[in-house]
């Protein structure tokens, strides 16, 4: 058992991606201590609903995934409207072998609700309400840590103290949400979006199923919109009546919101890491605040690990900043297409959008240009200085909305079953055991301790190397016994290959967040785990063995 060697790492702000960066950081048994301005969790309303199913699967890996999707409404449908017609509905392809379905709606307070029975459960965090950090460098002389998470939300203090810019910039049009309660049949598993109803004009209308009979309603509404004369007037009851019709309902909670966009100029300063909402904020069409917020969380906890204990160099944390960035600058451009789409900037723009909405109620091949938001997707790392290229699986580029690119360098692997123990998938002699040779990954704060069951739960444990048939087994351990990190290799049994499109003789190294870091011949292995593990040297081609070792700075 490694036990971590530092104090523990400060996260600032404990909002879900705060929540999340300490729980992974437990996982890796890396104590944390979280601290928030707010007197207590205070659950105010809805917020970010819709997690998407990769994301419910990094919350799994922290003992809360399975929960938040069962007690989200998983819908299936995504209607279309343009003024009183349906243009189209799309219905999500089947699961597949995934546990969780492709999207779930819970209010974000029921989220943070879990996320906090976990942190209640779990040692290693130490979280504490009413604390406000104001000024880093002060606090972190009288508190040292050794890294440091902020997860301050769109607030910049914080960020401006560190000299990060926040460019982007803001909508006029302000978002008017409700969530009701109501009954309405046929809409409990189905997300209806409207373009220009006429109880809307002009705007868009968003309705999501939430659990226990809610509804969330988004209305688009201009700059100048006030609720609370919409209250008193009784405008704010015709709104709601002119979707549901004369049934009873009831307002559980409601707010204007405004949306931004805009990203930070840096995700990393030395040993700070931007991650959630103080890192970007893009508009709500998607679904991609939060869940690329718990997609940082993931990234900065395995890299915060792998350089506190040691098992990489200091330089691992600058790929936080250029895969997360790019995750975030990808997030923008989706997003911003979309708005482009929603409020036409020009008129120019203004008459793209007319003419696909009239042609879409005729001519299903316009549907796909009907954009109201691509959801959100696990990034691709292809150009990550951590990813080896594979000049036979080139990245293809975006691929179609709804679907993930094939296997290869940088990709989120498909998840699969694993089964422990399985055959080696040819009988040219790999051993079929999964070993680590160095051993030693704190078990931290893993919930359960059944022996992971899919490939992404094994991945998630630590640096993996699959074995395609014919690879050399004994030149593989000897890579992974080269490199200062755990490092486990693992027959690939015949299903997984099927499912990556394994090659005989290669190795696949998966990362701990599984994505594929690279797929290689054995004798190109320790260079891809080097490269993996953020050794300059690896990174820029020039691997040299005693490098391969981590030398990490002293720490405060
Ligand atoms: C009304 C509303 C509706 C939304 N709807 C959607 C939606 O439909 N879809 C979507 O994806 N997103 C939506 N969002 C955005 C979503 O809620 C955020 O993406 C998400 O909350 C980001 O989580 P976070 O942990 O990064 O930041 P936050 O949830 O903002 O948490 C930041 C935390 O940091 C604390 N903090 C800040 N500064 C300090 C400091 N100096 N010291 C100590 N503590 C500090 C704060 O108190 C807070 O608890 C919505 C937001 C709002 C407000």
Redesign the pocket.
Known sequence: MTSWPHEPVLV?????????TALLLARWGVPSVV????PARDL???????QQRDVLDIWASVGAGEQIAAEGVTWTTARTFHRADELFAHTFADAGSSPFPPFVNLS?SRT?EILDERIAAEPLIDLRWG????ELTGYLAEHPAPFTVL?????G??RRTLGVTFDGFSFDDR?L?CDIRTDLPGWATERRFFFDPEWNPGRQVLVHPCPDGTF?I?WQVPADYDLDAEVASGALDQRIRAIIGDRPYEIVWK???R?HSRIASRMRVGRVLL????AH??S?F??????S?VADAENAAWKIAHVGYGWAPEELLESYHAERHAAAAENLAVTTATMDFLVPPDPERAAHRADVLARAAVDPAAHAHVNSGRL?EPFWYHESPLTTPDPTRPFGGRPARGEVPPPGPGVLVPDVPWVPGAPPPCQQGDTPDVQCPQGDIPDGGRPGSDPPNRLRALAREGLLVLLACGADRAAADAAARAVAAPVRVAPLDPAVAAALGARPGEAWVLRPDAHVAAVVQTADLETALCRALGHPTAIHGIPRKEHARAVLPPLR
Not at 44 to 50: L, M, Q, W
């Open positions: 600032v702000g404990a909002g879900p991606v705060g929540q999340t601290l928030d301005k707010r105010v309303g809805s917020k970010a609903i819709c974000q943070e604390r406000e950090v104001t997860c301050t939300g769109a607030a203090a914080l978002f949400i969330r988004d707010s204007v919101y949306f991650a959630g909402d103080a904020l893009v709500p998607g679904a991609r605040g939060l869940n917020g959100a």
